[in-house]
């Protein structure tokens, strides 16, 4: 099987507090996941599970303290100063962030040209510009001499992503690229992704915190909880039976048309986020209704079930484990 990335057991520790009293938090633990080429891969769970320091590393704008990526023929190693992410572009949550106030939007996009050598001469700067912006819905025209604040929030995002696509990336990164957006847009965007896996081929890492724009846009899926991936496999198997108490908490979050449609045994949100990733044992221990001794001293391993990673104790007696 092809892999266009490979994430393998990618570690990242950190260090709070003084010299004398130093917490360390482990952010990301032992995390391993890959992307095959043209497909749409979610990394979803709640905030600070760890899936945006996980695209970090990705990027390089963060050092893993241990485990591997792995992009095409290369290879990283543990901690690292740089690593060149060639064919990778990212889009961020913020789209009003990513564009300086004071500055066009076209500047980026020549800057992105000038940088990589794109274009031979300014017509065929403009023709390639003009090509990428018609792939979200958007010309030169419309766009050209504008400042960001011209634009609507759904605008500036579809901007970012037609700056991505001049490089000709093979794998988009997108941190809640819709959380922002105006609800009446996220599904134009998030329908922008699919069209641009069957346009161009491209590879998307969706990492969000939205189930719902989850099923509908990826091919797979790996729920994270503490800097764990606890369930991981086709995004029909994942979130239509979920086997995991916390992906089954994601789900009843989602809301219902029938209110008598809901899991029988609500979790109760209420221990601090630093002290479920202190945890020695499963890191959702404190709010597992299923929760037993040996879920608080032991972590879980990883089993597989029909081709779904689960990382719980429930089925810690099932016969096929990673």
Known sequence: MEKLLEVDRLTKVYSLGSMISRTRITATDHVSFYIKPAEIFAL???????KSTTARMILGFEEPTSGAIIHGSKRE???RKVWFTEGVQAIFQDPFSTFN???????YFWETVQNYKLAGSKQAAIALIDQKLRGVGLSYEEFSGKYPNEFSGGQLQRISIARALLTDPTLLIADEPVSMVDASLRMAIVNLFKELREQYGVSVLYITHDLA??????DRIAIMFRGNIVEMGAVEQVLMNPRHPYTRLLRESIPEADPKKRWDKPIILAELEHEEYLRHGCKFAGRCPHVTEICKTVPPPDISIDDVLVKCHLYSDHSVQF
Do not use: K, Q
């Open 101 to 107: 106030p004071l500055t066009t939007v076209d500047w």
């Open 44 to 50: 979803a769970g709640e905030s600070g599970c760890g």
């Open 213 to 218: 724009t989850a099923y509908y846009v990826s």
């Open 77 to 79: 190693v543990g901690a």
